[in-house]
């Protein structure tokens, strides 16, 4: 019999969608929630007032005013905008700026300031403002009064504004954001980059993030549901408080379903400024559990009451699911193997920088999802709620990261700075916030930290966060795995995370300390391409690195051999694959990151000879800044790369892709290598009618199939693929005519009018067939009628310094990429256009309702 180490069971989780609550039983009282938590919320983006000060976007500088933050200060002259914003985003880019991150101006400091009224009517009332993210050095007055700082720009906090509201008058809130201060090895953004909310409620009330639901027993038949609710009395006198919770189905219309349990009401009495945590249970028959094909949501709604008075409605959704973590059978999901198929990805979103948007993130986990891809890394730091509230619905696991170093920095000014005062808050506020999502699955203490052979503080961490949360494992990136098995600080940790190095693996399974802890590969590849870019006998060229998915880092490796290495090891988790997506900033191998020596702390040989091509480089000043890491490239366009995963983690679906492209004319008879990504296991290739032979995948060896010896021939490459035998799936490439006219077609036909959500909109440079045409980089004009506006236009190439606001792009490999969003408030029709010199123009239309 193998024994199974059980690490985890039964987990439910929170998020924040919109829903319509009733308050109580007896008043049947519906109102909106725009988020989880207290039903009175509202948003706070709008209206707000900007001005920068510090360094300029030109490389300037301008000081600081006294008093800024006064309620008399005049600033009658400054920028108005919404939330979420990134400062640093409009550039321009930079040449003389760091490629790691962006080449973009990001360093300033930043003030904003907001006007607004509390009504007379919430006299008495508990006033916070909720941030979920403002980067970086948040310091924030209300009224002039100082109200308190949370420098992490990861970090969602809460801030009581009680003591110095006025209320029935105008109040001015201010903030002061400070990146000069704060350093980063990619692009972080810069700003109120993350939404805000305003949350008022009755001093007897939930506390901030105060629930706490898991599923300690799980079957098809029933499941127990605990709930722990905190509740604050934060009046002056003593309490008697009764508490009950309902649960409800999550529609899929983001309201309440069924009634499908209640938990016995309880009472506390609570002394004045005191806290207290209740906790209950039930029995939820026949639960419709959380899972990856099916993510069925539940709704807690707990209800506080004072003499019968109700004080506080607090909603919470959560799914019932179980979770096992095995050091040979591997990870289990409700009682199933689930091998991990996953994508790091850092926070920013391309063209619209790091400022949150759901719409644009949705998209980007559609893109991965149609791979393959089951979960996500945060990497290397805590994500905007909005990624967790996507993943719970849309049936992603989440590796939910703290940080990228503890007490010894990899930059000067980065978070070891604020380790020793704030790594126990911000754990506290990543945990307590992420706890009850079911989509999260693994925490994260750090990645690739200098200290990871420490013991003593891995153990330190580690206890921080099963204290808040004992229910999901703990683990850490280690890229000295070795290092940190041999000093024993693995040994604190429920998982074991290996950065790239898999090498001594057997070993490490055979030592006692290790044999029954679990291993995943929590970054992988690094294999780096341009979207369309062949070279022939080289891999790199004209700052672009070639789509033949065979360039990495000294470190890395390709994907076919890290899932040779996931084969030979079955017992493995699976894998994190570093990138799923491009992002601004770390442009690996045209940059100079130092930090990238890291990877070879105990290999001087290696560490040597990179530091050799980093002087060089830095040299050179290259124009990228954006990465080449991704499996999709910054526009959202996938790279040949995205078909070879699709091809290895999707092995059901009937896919074949070709590369290169067929427009060769240079290369008439000379070789073109062709290679074919297939979830079958035979394929035989044809040019012009003419089979050039057939070849079959050796398992777990082959991962894609090679015509090394093909011949250019302008015309048409087939492939025909088999699978146990019968045709599969087939694939085409055609020599294309010249350029003709352009192409628009959008993600989204119809979008809302809310100013926020989003269309993405694809442009191709198609010949008169309306074959995308590649190697083709004319400059584009878009232009927008109707009642919406262009917020972004990208093209995927790493090194175009063309403003992402400007709406001239060139093509990059005959493609491009607008996004158009609503005028707040407006009906009709948005239609864009795309035009180009001697082009045939095209249009594209959008509804906004």
Same mark, same amino acid.
């Given at each position: 019999?193998?024994?199974?180490?059980?690490?985890?069971?039964?987990?439910?989780?929170?998020?924040?969608?919109?829903?319509?609550?009733?308050?109580?039983?007896?008043?049947?009282?519906?109102?909106?929630?725009?988020?989880?938590?207290?039903?009175?919320?509202?948003?706070?983006?709008?209206?707000?007032?900007?001005?920068?000060?510090?360094?300029?976007?030109?490389?300037?500088?301008?000081?600081?005013?006294?008093? $800024?933050?006064?309620?008399?200060?005049?600033?009658?002259?400054?920028?108005?905008?919404?939330?979420?914003?990134?400062?640093?985003?409009?550039?321009?880019?930079?040449?003389?700026?760091?490629?790691?991150?962006?080449?973009?101006?990001?360093?300033?400091?930043?003030?904003?300031?907001?006007?607004?009224?509390?009504?007379?009517?919430?006299?008495?009332?508990?006033? %916070?403002?909720?941030?979920?993210?403002?980067?970086?050095?948040? &310091?924030?007055?209300?009224?002039?009064?100082?109200?308190?700082?949370?420098?992490?720009?990861?970090?969602?906090?809460?801030?009581?504004?009680?003591?110095?509201?006025?209320?029935?008058?105008?109040?001015?809130?201010?903030?002061?954001?400070?990146?000069?201060?704060?350093?980063?090895?990619?692009?972080?953004?810069?700003?109120?980059?993350?939404?805000?909310?305003?949350?008022?409620?009755?001093?007897?009330?939930?506390?901030?993030?105060?629930?706490?639901?898991?599923?300690?027993?799980?079957?098809?038949?029933?499941?127990?549901?605990?709930?722990?609710? @905190?509740?604050?009395?934060?009046?002056?006198?003593?309490? !008697?408080?009764?508490?009950?919770?309902?649960?409800? &189905?999550?529609?899929?219309?983001?309201?309440?379903?069924?009634?499908?349990?209640?938990?016995?009401?309880?009472?506390?009495?609570?002394?004045?400024?005191?806290?207290?945590?209740?906790?209950?249970?039930? #029995?939820? #028959?026949?639960?419709?559990?959380?899972?990856?094909?099916?993510?069925?949501?539940?709704?807690?709604?707990?209800?506080?009451?004072?003499?019968?008075?109700?004080?506080?409605?607090?909603?919470?959704?959560?799914?019932?699911?179980?979770?096992?973590?095995?050091?040979?059978?591997?990870?289990?999901?409700?009682?199933?193997?689930?091998?991990?198929?996953?994508?790091?990805?850092?926070?920013?979103?391309?063209?619209?920088?790091?400022?949150?948007?759901?719409?644009?993130?949705?998209?980007?986990?559609?893109?991965?999802?149609?791979?393959?891809?089951?979960?996500?890394?945060?990497? /290397?730091?805590?994500?905007?709620?909005?990624?967790?509230? $996507?993943?719970?619905?849309?049936?992603?696991?989440?590796?939910?990261?703290?940080?990228?170093?503890?007490?010894?920095?990899?930059? @000067?000014?980065?978070?070891?700075?604020?380790?020793?005062?704030?790594?126990?808050?911000?754990?506290?506020?990543?945990?307590?916030?992420?706890?009850?999502?079911?989509?999260? %699955?693994?925490?994260?203490?750090?990645?690739?930290?200098?200290?990871?052979?420490?013991?003593?503080?891995?153990?330190?961490?580690?206890?921080?966060?099963?204290?808040?949360?004992?229910?999901?494992?703990?683990?850490?990136?280690?890229?000295?795995?070795? =290092?940190?098995?041999?000093?024993?600080?693995?040994?604190?940790?429920?998982?074991?995370?290996?950065?790239?190095?898999?090498?001594?693996?057997?070993?490490?399974?055979?030592?006692?300390?290790?044999? @029954?802890?679990?291993?995943?590969?929590?970054?992988?590849?690094?294999?780096?391409?341009?979207?369309?870019?062949?070279?022939?006998?080289?891999?790199? !060229?004209?700052?672009?690195?070639?789509?033949?998915?065979?360039?990495?880092?000294?470190?890395?490796?390709?994907?076919?051999?890290?899932?040779?290495?996931?084969?030979?090891?079955?017992?493995?988790? =699976?894998?994190?694959?570093?990138?799923?997506?491009?992002?601004?900033?770390?442009?690996?191998?045209?940059?100079?990151?130092?930090?990238?020596?890291?990877?070879?702390?105990?290999?001087?040989? !290696?560490?040597?000879?990179?530091?050799?091509?980093?002087?060089?480089?830095?040299?050179?000043?290259?124009?990228?800044?954006?990465?080449?890491?991704?499996?999709?490239?910054?526009?959202?366009?996938?790279?040949?790369?995205?078909?070879?995963?699709?091809?290895?983690?999707?092995?059901?679906?009937?896919?074949? /892709?070709?590369?290169? /492209?067929?427009?060769?004319?240079?290369?008439?008879?000379?070789?073109?290598?062709?290679?074919?990504?297939?979830?079958?296991?035979?394929?035989?290739?044809?040019?012009?009618?003419?089979?050039?032979?057939?070849?079959?995948?050796?398992?777990?060896?082959?991962?894609?199939?090679?015509?090394?010896?093909?011949?250019?021939?302008?015309?048409?490459?087939?492939?025909?693929?088999?699978?146990?035998?019968?045709?599969?799936?087939?694939?085409?490439?055609?020599?294309? =005519?010249?350029?003709? !006219?352009?192409?628009?077609?959008?993600?989204?036909?119809?979008?809302?009018?809310?100013?926020?959500?989003?269309?993405?909109?694809?442009?191709?440079?198609?010949?008169?067939? =309306?074959?995308?045409?590649?190697?083709?980089?004319?400059?584009?004009? %878009?232009?927008?009628?109707?009642?919406?506006?262009?917020?972004?236009?990208?093209?995927?190439?790493?090194?175009?310094?063309?403003?992402?606001?400007?709406? #001239?792009?060139?093509?990059?490999?005959?493609?491009?990429?607008?996004?158009?969003?609503?005028?707040?408030?407006?009906?009709? #029709?948005?239609?864009?256009?795309?035009?180009?010199?001697?082009?045939?123009?095209?249009?594209?239309?959008?509804?906004?309702?």
């Amino acid at each position: 019999m193998i024994r199974k180490t059980r690490i985890v069971t039964g987990v439910i989780a929170a998020i924040a969608l919109r829903i319509i609550v009733p308050l109580s039983a007896a008043a049947q009282v519906n109102k909106s929630m725009v988020r989880m938590g207290s039903s009175d919320v509202q948003s706070f983006d709008k209206e707000w007032l900007f001005m920068r000060y510090g360094l300029q976007p030109d490389g300037s500088r301008v000081e600081e005013p006294k008093d $800024l933050e006064s309620i008399t200060y005049s600033d009658a002259n400054w920028q108005r905008l919404d939330l979420p914003h990134d400062w640093a985003i409009t550039g321009p880019f930079r040449i003389d700026l760091a490629g790691e991150t962006g080449k973009l101006p990001w360093k300033g400091i930043g003030w904003y300031r907001k006007h607004f009224v509390v009504p007379s009517e919430d006299a008495g009332k508990k006033i %916070f403002i909720d941030f979920d993210g403002a980067m970086a050095n948040a &310091e924030i007055w209300l009224n002039g009064k100082y109200v308190g700082t949370w420098p992490y720009g990861y970090s969602s906090f809460r801030m009581d504004l009680s003591p110095f509201v006025l209320i029935g008058k105008e109040n001015v809130i201010a903030v002061k954001l400070n990146t000069e201060k704060w350093d980063s090895r990619w692009y972080p953004g810069a700003g109120i980059y993350r939404h805000t909310w305003l949350v008022k409620t009755d001093p007897v009330h939930v506390a901030h993030w105060g629930t706490t639901i898991t599923t300690p027993e799980v079957t098809d038949h029933s499941a127990i549901v605990k709930v722990k609710v @905190k509740v604050d009395n934060q009046q002056n006198n003593t309490v !008697k408080a009764d508490v009950q919770t309902v649960i409800y &189905e999550f529609a899929e219309n983001k309201t309440l379903g069924s009634k499908v349990a209640a938990l016995k009401p309880l009472s506390i009495t609570l002394e004045a400024g005191a806290s207290a945590e209740l906790e209950a249970q039930v #029995n939820l #028959n026949n639960p419709k559990r959380w899972d990856l094909e099916k993510p069925n949501l539940y709704v807690a709604q707990t209800i506080i009451s004072v003499n019968g008075k109700l004080t506080d409605t607090y909603s919470t959704s959560f799914g019932v699911r179980t979770i096992q973590f095995t050091a040979r059978d591997g990870f289990l999901l409700n009682g199933k193997r689930v091998q991990i198929q996953g994508t790091c990805n850092h926070h920013d979103l391309g063209a619209l920088g790091a400022a949150i948007n759901t719409s644009a993130l949705r998209r980007q986990l559609v893109i991965l999802k149609n791979m393959g891809c089951n979960s996500l890394r945060t990497s /290397h730091n805590p994500p905007a709620p909005e990624l967790l509230e $996507l993943a719970d619905e849309m049936g992603f696991l989440v590796w939910d990261e703290a940080f990228d170093c503890w007490k010894r920095g990899k930059k @000067k000014n980065d978070y070891n700075k604020l380790f020793d005062q704030w790594h126990e808050k911000d754990l506290n506020a990543l945990v307590q916030r992420d706890r009850n999502h079911p989509s999260v %699955f693994i925490w994260s203490i750090g990645n690739e930290v200098m200290d990871q052979r420490d013991v003593a503080l891995t153990k330190h961490l580690v206890d921080i966060v099963h204290r808040e949360d004992p229910t999901r494992p703990v683990s850490n990136g280690y890229n000295d795995p070795d =290092g940190g098995r041999e000093s024993g600080a693995v040994v604190a940790l429920d998982i074991m995370g290996v950065n790239y190095f898999f090498n001594q693996q057997p070993k490490w399974d055979a030592d006692l300390r290790y044999a @029954k802890k679990p291993t995943i590969g929590s970054e992988t590849s690094s294999c780096v391409s341009s979207r369309g870019e062949y070279f022939f006998g080289k891999e790199y !060229k004209n700052w672009q690195i070639t789509s033949y998915d065979s360039a990495k880092p000294g470190w890395g490796c390709s994907p076919d051999e890290q899932f040779r290495t996931n084969a030979k090891y079955p017992h493995l988790l =699976g894998e994190y694959v570093w990138t799923g997506f491009d992002y601004l900033g770390e442009p690996t191998p045209y940059g100079s990151d130092e930090t990238n020596l890291l990877n070879f702390r105990n290999d001087p040989s !290696k560490k040597e000879e990179l530091k050799k091509k980093l002087e060089e480089m830095q040299k050179s000043n290259p124009p990228s800044r954006s990465s080449y890491f991704g499996i999709v490239d910054l526009a959202g366009f996938p790279k040949d790369r995205y078909y070879l995963y699709q091809s290895h983690w999707r092995p059901d679906y009937p896919m074949a /892709h070709i590369l290169p /492209h067929w427009n060769w004319n240079e290369r008439i008879d000379s070789i073109t290598p062709v290679h074919v990504y297939t979830s079958g296991d035979e394929a035989e290739l044809f040019l012009n009618g003419k089979s050039l032979g057939r070849k079959s995948k050796k398992e777990n060896q082959d991962f894609r199939l090679v015509w090394n010896d093909v011949k250019y021939n302008p015309g048409e490459l087939k492939v025909v693929t088999y699978k146990n035998g019968k045709k599969w799936a087939t694939d085409v490439v055609k020599t294309t =005519g010249e350029p003709a !006219k352009l192409a628009l077609s959008s993600n989204r036909k119809q979008i809302a009018n809310d100013g926020q959500d989003l269309a993405f909109i694809t442009l191709q440079v198609q010949d008169k067939n =309306g074959l995308t045409v590649p190697r083709t980089q004319p400059e584009i004009h %878009f232009e927008i009628e109707g009642p919406g506006e262009i917020v972004g236009t990208d093209n995927g190439d790493a090194t175009s310094f063309e403003s992402f606001q400007s709406p #001239n792009k060139h093509a990059f490999n005959g493609m491009a990429l607008v996004i158009v969003k609503a005028k707040p408030g407006l009906k009709g #029709n948005i239609v864009v256009k795309a035009s180009s010199n001697n082009l045939t123009s095209s249009r594209a239309n959008v509804v906004v309702q």
